[in-house]
């Protein structure tokens, strides 16, 4: 298909006009007209653009790109080399940041509360991105630990009772420690995010809601790759996951 096509198909499916960002959701930097091999990643890294690349990608797409707001905009260092990687290649790169997260269907939330089995009954934050609702059956916070740890191969920090039983859960994925008091005016029993800050622990130990932080990257994972396998099947591409390991 058409690159063009592509960046037009994502932002009418992903509604990106609808949401202020913290940076450019579409193609960020623009390759070859035509693309046939789409790679999806979390992030942009070095790495990632080496190994799609390598593997024939005519397009990236990421939910970690580039010229984030307040960073320094010129061209230097890291950001020249990547940048520099993609046009010698002739390769586009496409990120969509909240709109990912946010997708009712293949957005990280949705796919995080599908993939840990917890019903969707609400939503809250920053342009409605994090989620509250039910388990399909009560758990001890020990045990729907457990399964976070079993469903994204990640070891989570939890802070909380292991005993405490588990009926409505919120969850964000990503770096949403900053919903955690308005997770728990949602009367939920626990709050799942990416990250932990120093205050999230005496919040959680202070109201007996849990906290558990299950990985950036980790819960980060599944919106762009049910994105690229989406694309796949609706425009007969081929579609390839990297998915760079990262313990934050």
Known sequence: MKLDALR?????????????????????VEGRPEVLR???AVTASKQVLDEAIAWGADAILVHHGYFWRNEDACIVGIKKKRI???????????AYHLPLDAHPELGNNAQLGKLLGLAEQGRFG?????????????????QFAHQVDQKLQRIPQVIGDGDKIIRRAAWCSGGAQGYFE?????????FLTGEISEQNYHLANET??????????????????????????QFQLEHRFFDQDNPI
Request: glycine share 10%; proline share 2%; charged share 15%.
């Open 8 to 28: 037009d198909y994502n932002a009418s499916l992903l509604q990106t006009g609808q949401f202020k960002d913290y940076c450019p959701n579409g193609v960020q």
């Open 84 to 94: 520099a990687q993609l046009l010698k290649n002739d390769v586009s790169l496409l």
């Open 38 to 40: 789409i790679a999806t």
């Open 182 to 190: 308005a997770a728990i005016a949602q009367g939920v029993d626990a």
């Open 126 to 142: 920053e342009q409605n991105i994090a989620c509250f609702g039910a388990l399909e059956s009560p758990l001890t916070l020990t």
């Open 208 to 233: 007996g809601v849990a906290f558990i932080a299950a990985g950036h990257h980790a819960t980060e994972r599944l919106g762009i790759r049910a994105l690229g396998t989406h694309l796949a099947e």
